[in-house]
């Protein structure tokens, strides 16, 4: 039986660029996905407060639906804008930023939605650790990352205007 094993697609020894500012810019995508999560989540709050007035009480009991749905609400979030085209949610396209397998292929639904399950449970059992991670490792990567065989980088268009940045001025 044989294993095929992978190597890395990512160095951040020869592609710097790939690398280049993504935990300062993942926390703002971060917050701009909380954002956009969270309104439908108010907005059908508010909706089933105003819908419980209306019926004397009887449909406060869609709260209880709430929770789930938040759930639901984001692991399909995730799944559809990680899988899709740009590998990338709202806020890391917002970034220029895109997720990838460790070995070069592009993000898929299912491993989107896991992410957004492996982020919740990782952060909630082991907050102090998932922030100290990416500071030990080369290519950036948190905790869920490096179990799910992931990694953010830049996207081409900011890895082109960094690459060429970088280079060297030439006199002449």
Same mark, same amino acid.
């Given at each position: 039986?044989?294993?095929?094993?992978?190597?890395?697609?990512?160095?951040?020894?020869?592609?710097?660029?790939?690398?280049?500012?993504?935990?300062?810019?993942?926390?703002?995508?971060? !917050?701009?996905?909380? !954002?956009?999560?969270?309104?439908?989540?108010?907005?059908?709050?508010?909706? !089933?407060?105003?819908?419980?007035?209306?019926? @004397?009480?009887? +449909?406060?009991?869609?709260?209880?639906?709430?929770?789930?749905?938040?759930?639901?609400?984001?692991?399909?979030?995730?799944?559809?804008?990680?899988? +899709?085209?740009?590998?990338?949610?709202?806020?890391?396209?917002?970034?220029?930023?895109?997720?990838?397998?460790?070995?070069?292929?592009?993000?898929?639904?299912?491993?989107?939605?896991?992410?957004?399950?492996?982020?919740?449970?990782?952060?909630?059992?082991?907050?102090?650790?998932?922030?100290?991670?990416?500071?030990? #490792?080369?290519?950036?990567? @948190? @905790?869920?990352?490096?179990?799910? +065989?992931?990694?953010?980088?830049?996207? #081409?268009?900011?890895?082109?205007?960094?690459?060429?940045?970088?280079?060297?001025?030439?006199?002449?």
């Amino acid at each position: 039986m044989s294993i095929d094993i992978k190597p890395h697609a990512y160095d951040p020894a020869t592609q710097p660029e790939l690398f280049d500012g993504v935990l300062a810019r993942r926390v703002v995508a971060f !917050i701009i996905d909380f !954002i956009i999560l969270s309104v439908p989540v108010v907005l059908a709050a508010m909706f !089933i407060f105003a819908f419980g007035i209306v019926t @004397l009480g009887l +449909g406060f009991a869609l709260y209880w639906l709430l929770p789930s749905a938040t759930v639901i609400w984001a692991i399909l979030y995730f799944g559809f804008t990680l899988g +899709g085209p740009a590998s990338a949610t709202v806020g890391m396209r917002v970034m220029d930023l895109e997720m990838c397998t460790w070995y070069g292929a592009p993000a898929y639904f299912v491993l989107g939605a896991v992410q957004a399950i492996a982020f919740w449970f990782t952060v909630s059992f082991f907050t102090p650790f998932v922030l100290l991670v990416p500071f030990f #490792n080369e290519r950036r990567r @948190l @905790l869920h990352d490096i179990l799910l +065989g992931t990694v953010v980088i830049n996207n #081409n268009a900011r890895a082109s205007v960094l690459r060429s940045s970088m280079q060297p001025a030439r006199t002449g």
